[in-house]
């Protein structure tokens, strides 16, 4: 089993950037879609970013290029670097990542408010 232990939320202004890191108790190379959901109060879980099994990445189009998704294979780690934060962005943001199975970490609460 995988696990996943996300940190950097926090509470931010609008216009305001954070930066979330996820490290993974596996080396990332043995793992598939490994990225970055998030819940927003009320709303279902949804996807923001993931790094595809090409190694691409994805994004969801209300990300529109504020935020950028990266690996560290030494630290086994993925990072969000979210930029221009607006309200609309508060939610809890969740790691993830597929072998056998889909593994998720516990979550890191974003809030973006005045």
């Known amino acids: 089993q995988v696990q996943l232990v996300e940190s950097g939320g926090g509470v931010v202004q609008p216009g305001g950037s954070l930066r979330l890191s996820c490290k993974a108790s596996?080396?990332?190379?043995?793992?598939?879609?490994i990225g970055w959901y998030r819940q927003r109060p009320g709303k279902e879980r949804e996807l923001v970013a993931v790094?595809?099994?090409?190694?691409?990445?994805k994004y969801a189009d209300f990300v529109r290029g504020r935020f950028t998704i990266s690996e560290d294979f030494a630290d086994n780690s993925v990072h969000l670097q979210m930029n221009s934060l607006t309200p609309e962005d508060t939610a809890v943001y969740y790691c993830?990542?597929?072998?056998?199975?889909?593994?998720w970490g516990p979550g890191t609460q974003v809030t973006v408010s005045t």
């Open positions: 993830v990542a597929d072998t056998w199975r889909r593994n």
């Open positions: 790094f595809l099994s090409d190694g691409s990445p």
């Open positions: 596996v080396s990332i190379h043995s793992t598939n879609n």
